[in-house]
C-alpha cells in the first residue's frame, strides 16, 4: 500500500513539472506572437520556468500592456 501512495505523489508532482513546462512554452510563443523581442520572450520564459505561479501571474498583468 505504502508502495501506491508513494508512486501517486511522484505521479502528481511528475504532473505538476509538466504543467509548469507547458504553462512557460505558453508564455513564450504568447509572447513571440505579440511582437515583443526576443530577450523579453526569455526572461518571461525563465521567469515562468523558476517562478511558476508568481511568473505566470506577473506575466499575465505585464502583457496587456
Not at 505523489?9 to 512557460?24: A, D, E
Request: hydrophobic fraction near 55%.
Amino acid at each position: 500500500m505504502l508502495f501506491v501512495s508513494g508512486l501517486t505523489v511522484v505521479l502528481f508532482i511528475l504532473g505538476l513539472y509538466l504543467l509548469n513546462i507547458i504553462t512557460s512554452i505558453w508564455a513564450y510563443r504568447d509572447a513571440r506572437s505579440r511582437g515583443r523581442n526576443r530577450e523579453f520572450c526569455l526572461l518571461v520564459l525563465i521567469g515562468t520556468l523558476v517562478f511558476p505561479v508568481l511568473g505566470l501571474i506577473i506575466y499575465l498583468i505585464v502583457r496587456n500592456d
